[in-house]
């Protein structure tokens, strides 16, 4: 059964910096389009990251632009995602996920694997 595990997530002060990973397991993460969504209390799902397969390009949203930033070990079949000067406005749950497409896709139905998420606070 093809599965992500995120991991990383915690209680930290504005300003601070966690960094999320998502393990891959049966399958090669680097094979496909990986992206990050986050899903804040009351708000929808939103995609923050996403990774193309097809170019190696990856894509941020104007939320975390500058601030996060998405990389791969190919060694250990995980993504990261080192998040910066994080802000209360960050906390959610964040969830990776990967798509069988070469390109990012603003469907989620396109990502057809998802992590459990992994819950981030960001409060003094």
């Known amino acids: 059964q093809l599965t992500l595990v995120e991991s990383g997530g915690g209680l930290v002060q504005p300003g601070g910096s966690l960094r999320l990973s998502c393990a891959a397991s049966d399958f090669t993460l680097d094979a496909h389009t990986i992206a990050w969504f986050r899903q804040g209390a009351g708000k929808e799902r939103e995609e923050i990251a996403c990774f193309s397969f097809g170019d190696g390009g990856t894509r941020y949203s104007d939320s975390v632009k500058g601030r996060f930033i998405f990389s791969r070990d190919t060694a250990k079949n995980t993504g990261y995602l080192q998040m910066n000067s994080l802000k209360p406005e960050d906390t959610a749950v964040y969830y990776c996920?990967?798509?069988?497409?070469?390109?990012?896709?603003?469907?989620?139905?396109?990502?057809?694997?998802w992590g459990q998420g992994t819950q981030v606070t960001v409060s003094s």
């Open positions: 996920a990967v798509s069988d497409l070469l390109y990012c896709s603003d469907y989620e139905g396109s990502y057809d694997v």
